[in-house]
């Protein structure tokens, strides 16, 4: 049984940086074809796609926020940690770990609880 | 970028009724489009990948169709469940993943 769980702070203040960690089970990030990615979803707003770390490490970002986003994996914890710098406001959101399904099929099939972060000073 | 454009934005229906919602690409995708079901204070269930292929688990009265640019999620007969918020999502390998933004589908 696939599970993923979001933790990290709830509140940030502006220009911080905000660290947060998935910790998954049911699955590992070195078998061939995984992947887990970050989608945030602003208050009464649309969800919006973030980062996707692939088995392979390799990484795919969304290109409007590459500059502010790292993603990291520790297959040894089963954990993936996003970091975004220079927090503001309009990243007030609730924010998704997720498992992309199985290769061929660009779609996520398991995500977690999700973490709302508030950006205020 | 690719975007995704549902329409329509709300919809009102009633139980048992059959309904559609529609999704456009701005560019060809293929049949990389997802379909998700989200109600509130939850996360997104996967109903549909790949255009047209069921989840595990999802109820046969949804279906989806569609390839390249235009897409539909069609609910054969609504039932009280279903009244939800629903994404399409795409892929491409230029430009990642992107979601529409959304179609609330509520109780007449």
């Known amino acids: 049984q696939i599970t993923l769980k979001e933790s990290g702070p709830t509140l940030v203040k502006p220009t911080q940086t905000l660290t947060l960690t998935c910790t998954f089970s049911?699955?590992?990030?070195?078998?061939?074809?995984?992947?887990v990615g970050w989608i945030r979803q602003p208050p009464g707003e649309a969800l919006e796609w973030l980062v996707v770390?692939?088995?392979?490490?390799?990484?795919r970002y969304r290109p409007s926020l590459k500059s502010r986003l790292t993603v990291t994996k520790d297959t040894s914890k089963d954990q993936v940690v996003l970091t975004m710098t220079d927090m503001d406001p309009v990243d007030t959101a609730t924010y998704y770990c997720?498992?992309?399904?199985?290769?061929?099929?660009?779609?996520?099939?398991?995500w977690g609880q999700g973490t709302l972060v508030t950006v205020s000073s | 970028d690719i975007q995704m454009t549902q329409s329509p934005s709300t919809l009102s229906a009633s139980i048992g009724d059959r309904v559609t919602i529609t999704c456009r690409a701005s560019?060809?995708?293929?049949?990389?489009l997802a379909w998700y079901q989200q109600r509130p204070g939850k996360a997104p269930n996967l109903l549909i990948y790949?255009?047209?292929t069921l989840e595990s688990g999802v109820p046969s009265r949804f279906s989806g169709s569609g390839f390249g640019t235009e897409f539909t999620l069609t609910i054969s007969s609504l039932q009280p469940d279903d009244f939800a918020t629903y994404y399409c999502?795409?892929?491409?390998?230029?430009?990642?993943?992107?979601f529409g933004q959304g179609t609330r589908l509520e109780i007449k």
């Open positions: 997720v498992h992309l399904g199985a290769p061929g099929t660009a779609s996520f099939d398991y």
């Open positions: 999502q795409q892929y491409n390998s230029n430009w990642g993943y992107t």
């Open positions: 790949k255009a047209s």
């Open positions: 770390v692939y088995w392979n490490d390799d990484k």
């Open positions: 049911g699955f590992s990030l070195t078998t061939f074809g995984v992947g």
């Open positions: 560019q060809n995708i293929d049949n990389w």
